[in-house]
């Protein structure tokens, strides 16, 4: 009886840390959800601002019309999904000649190429910003994409997932005529699917969330401004009113939110795949 008493006590325990946790962690997503629902004198008028009394959509429809927010999304949208697109492949291709290939000076390189994970983004910024400018890519999709189609990070975790692979795999294909780029599509590749999944997955959240380099190589040309250029826009556009920013910080989180919600399960998956060995 003593030792079932301790047993929840302990699962009781959990439990109320866990909430604790998950109300530390959900707070200020439902102040910021509840001030992009109230009026400018409303979200001011403290704490009655955090209550869900005198809703309404005016704010977040304001922050459309003004912030533009509709074509914002669609060019966020594009490049997201095209720079994806361009990680998945291209951490495939380099991630396969790591761990499949033979060729001089492979571990070297592979550590040289590691160490690029330890220079800070900001580092390059300037001098992406003059290559980019040098071949006219300011104000343009090719600058927002381009130096952004290649991920160290993402060459790391699918090289370690075929490595996990059998080499016997590998083996098989080669002496039934496999070529490599078939076994990579046919074989490899779909192995690797939730390891794929949640490296798409984080491309696209952090592209989409991307500020400093779209602010570099978009220079006030509207037609190419990504989301986040246009709530730093929304920010200074009006600043007697501070939760319209926050009714387009809503609104442009809603696709990530939607993005986790349907890839939660792959997510986890592709962070879990090859953590046991067996």
């Given amino acids: ?55 309404t959509l005016s704010t977040i429809r304001a922050a459309w019309d003004q912030g533009d927010l509709g074509r914002l999304l669609l060019n966020s949208m594009f490049v997201s999904i095209v720079v994806t697109i361009g990680v998945v492949i291209t951490s495939l291709l380099a ?26 983004t900001e580092v390059t910024v300037v001098i992406n910003e003059r290559t980019a ?5 300011i104000n343009s999709y090719q600058g927002l994409i381009v130096p952004s189609l290649a991920s160290t990070f993402g060459v790391f975790l699918v090289r370690q997932v075929f490595l996990q692979l059998p080499g016997e795999l590998r083996e098989a294909a080669a002496l039934d005529g496999v070529g490599h780029l078939r076994f990579l599509w046919e074989v490899a590749a779909p192995l690797s699917r939730p390891t794929l999944g949640a490296l798409g997955l984080f491309t696209f959240l952090g592209t989409w969330n ?22 730093e826009r929304l920010k200074n556009s009006d600043i007697s009113k501070i939760n319209l920013v926050t009714g387009g910080l809503v609104v442009a989180a809603l696709p990530i939110f939607i993005m986790l919600v349907l890839f939660q399960r792959q997510l986890v998956r592709g962070l879990t795949a090859g953590a046991v060995k067996g």
């Fill in 210 to 231: 991307a500020y400093l380099w779209p602010s570099q190589v978009i220079r006030g040309d509207r037609a190419h401004e990504t989301i986040q250029i246009g709530l």
């Fill in 133 to 137: 400018d040098s071949l006219g890519w």
């Fill in 1 to 55: 009886m003593a030792a079932d008493t301790a047993r929840g006590a302990r699962k009781a325990g959990r439990y109320a840390l866990l909430i604790a946790l998950a109300v530390v962690v959900l707070f200020p997503i439902y102040a910021v959800v509840l001030q992009a629902l109230k009026t400018g004198p409303d979200s001011l008028d403290h704490p009655r601002s955090l209550l869900p009394v005198d809703l």
């Fill in 95 to 120: 991630a396969y000649a790591f761990a499949f290939l033979q060729f001089p000076f492979k571990g070297p390189l592979f550590v040289a190429f590691l160490a690029t994970m330890l220079v800070p």
